[in-house]
């Protein structure tokens, strides 16, 4: 009887176990963010790793590579508003965003799933996201900052937009300030960074007020910073000091708007239907029986009238070349009797005078005669013999 007492409590711990954990894992978290104010939410490492089965050995610390997975539950993506960022398997991931007023009143879910790349197992759990209404929204002043030395997860540190908005909020003075969205500079069109130690790619900054731009932040409006920011130098602002101890932002790139004077635009979008087609009675498919369709005049117009013609060129061009050939005997028939003579006359005139000019009387030119050296005494032979063709000699 304590056998089976025995056995039943240990089998009663360890249902209690398992529904405990897929509780945990199952279980949903409730977030309360306003619109128009930015959302950051931080998927923790250390809440997951209680999911999964520990190291092999006691008492080694749990350092699995955990990623995570986030999208719109019964959908495959996030809302478009909603970001997800984890640069390393070993890192933390961060949920961020600005929710619009559309959603006010409308709960959220996201499905989180957990992948533990060392056992290959996952966990999930909801993230139900209640939008609520912001005490003034939207804030009518925003100014977006561009910050190079920063990359997006560093930024959304609480400690590091922390201090970011306590250097805005001494340059600006407003009443109230919030972060409105951040932004990577890669989602902007930015490139990736080189390999390089501190070299960041840069994230955007907007921020919203109730009180007009300080003069500081108007400074880059100014003609002369205009000026030096179309020849790539660095605007002068004088409250540049204030953040340069910790952000280096890129001024040139400030946007300050006021939205009581932006004309906004209406977009007439059509009424969408019921999605249902009109009834158009049965659908009725071609019939099989098709008629036989007629390619002679086809082939006739692509391939038998070009052949046809290439065929007539061909013949015309070989009875010109070679049938249209006129010979010595044909040529001499056809011209007078009179211009035989006379060519046939200056033919031999021609003869004549070339087997005369061989058998004149010239005299020997210089470079023919013999050379005498006056110091040895001996005599040269001319360079051309005596039987050389005179009638090619040099005159």
Known sequence: ????????SVVFKMCVSVVTILSRSHADRNVYPSAGVLFVHVLEREYFKGEFPPYPKSGDPSNDPITFNTNLKGYPDRPGWLRYIQRTPHSDGVLYGSPTAEHIGKPTVIEITAYNRRTFETARHNLVINIKAAEEFPLPYQAEFYIKNMNVEEMLASEVLGDFLGAVKNVWQPERLNAINITSALDRGGRVPLPINNLKEGVYVMVGADVPFSSCLREVESPHNQLRCSQEMEPVISCDK????????????????DINKVV???????????GILPEFGEYKPPSESLKSRDYFSDFLVTLAVPSAVALVLFFILGYTMCCRREGVEKRNMQTPDIQLVHHSSIQKSTKELRSMSKNREISWPLSTL???NPVSGEVVPPIHPDNYETTSMPL
């Open 370 to 372: 013999p050379v005498f």
């Open 242 to 257: 204030k953040f340069r101890a910790q952000f280096h932002i890129d001024w040139c790139k400030i946007s300050l708007v």
């Open 264 to 274: 906004p635009v209406y977009v007439t979008r059509p009424e969408p239907g019921t």
């Open 1 to 8: 009887y304590d056998r089976n007492v025995l056995l039943t």
